[in-house]
């Protein structure tokens, strides 16, 4: 997949698409640490690559960005690794792109230790 990130996020971060883009700048505006696209055994079999893993919350993200039968299936299997692990995760769509404060704030806050600071 390294040879699909060409889009770059103000923090230097290679991403694959805008959706990602914005998401690695709110992170980063707010100063959230995250690491992108790591490697992870979720569980004993399988390997997945979160799209955003955020160490001090203990949360992933994933960004859903198509909508086609085929990605739609691996969006399940993944979202279902995610909840038999027991892992929090935090899924967010191309319609959450504009309103990442609503959506990814709220979301964040719910899991947080500390109140997300707007910009």
């Given at each position: 997949m390294e040879?699909?990130?060409?889009l770059r996020a103000v923090d230097g971060t290679l991403v694959q698409s805008d959706g990602e883009r914005r998401i690695a700048e709110w992170l980063a505006a707010r100063g959230i640490a995250y690491r992108?696209?790591?490697?992870?055994?979720?569980?004993?079999g399988f390997q997945i690559r979160p799209d955003f893993y955020l160490p001090e919350y203990d949360v992933y993200i994933e960004y859903w960005g198509l909508d086609t039968p085929r990605y739609?299936?691996?969006m399940y299997l993944k979202q279902d690794?995610?909840?038999h692990a027991g892992k929090r995760l935090i899924s967010?769509?191309?319609e959450d792109k504009?309103?990442?404060?609503d959506t990814l704030g709220a979301k964040l806050a719910h899991?947080?230790?500390c109140e997300v600071r707007r910009t």
């Open positions: 040879d699909k990130k060409t992108y696209d790591a490697r992870l055994r979720i569980i004993e739609k299936d691996g690794l995610y909840m967010l769509y191309p504009t309103r990442l404060d899991f947080g230790r």
